[in-house]
């Protein structure tokens, strides 16, 4: 996959810190917006700094973008209370806030094309190892996600643990989230393919 050439992926970047810095001035819970936070402080700046020897395609840059904009939106109101989709979310009677579920499902869905686009570059498989391995990345992401925050929430706040967590009474909360992320990057995983394997015969 060659890499395009333009501006692309700095006008992805501005148009991401401008919502960021508009979502980060008044978050509902300066403490939680933080803690959500801190796997972006990390993430962000990785993506800059590899820029240049490792720069991903437009559609990259795109879906990675939407998916840190929606995790923004979540961290600003925190994951549990986002309040024009609990309206939503009310208006059909479902018992929670699914705006958490909607953002795993978006990690797989969004996610998982950069992680395919970095093994692809990277390594030289056949496409079933393509295939199969973004789709691990993502499903351990997740799971590691799940984890980290676990014991984050036990170490620095436990008092609002279970708050924090946005378990919302689920007690297999941590699950379907990750059941959610599977999904999204399988069906992603599966159009990728059927793209590539529509290519291959016409």
């Not at 904009?69 to 699914?98: C, M, W």
Request: hydrophobic share 50%; proline share 4%.
């Amino acid at each position: 996959m060659k890499n395009k050439p333009g501006k692309y992926p700095y006008f992805c970047l501005f148009f991401y810190l401008i919502i960021w810095f508009l979502l980060a001035l008044s978050p509902r819970d300066r403490f939680t917006w933080f803690l959500e936070n801190l796997l972006v402080f990390i993430f962000v700046p990785s993506l800059i700094f590899t820029f240049k020897k490792f720069r991903l395609s437009n559609i990259s840059y795109t879906t990675i973008t939407i998916f840190l904009i929606l995790h923004s939106i979540g961290a600003h109101y925190t994951y549990s209370e986002v309040p024009f989709v609990k309206s939503i979310f009310d208006f059909v009677n479902f018992q929670r806030d699914n705006y958490d579920r909607l953002v795993h499902f978006s990690f797989g869905l969004l996610m998982v094309y950069p992680a395919r686009e970095v093994i692809t570059r990277s390594l030289n498989l056949n496409a079933f190892w393509r295939f199969y391995i973004p789709l691990i990345i993502i499903i351990s992401s997740s799971a590691s996600y799940e984890i980290i925050e676990m014991v984050t929430a036990m170490i620095v706040q436990p008092e609002n643990a279970i708050a924090w967590l946005g378990i919302q009474g689920d007690p297999f909360d941590a699950e379907k989230d990750m059941l959610m992320a599977a999904s999204g990057a399988l069906i992603t995983s599966i159009l990728s393919l059927s793209k590539a394997y529509t290519k291959k015969w016409h």
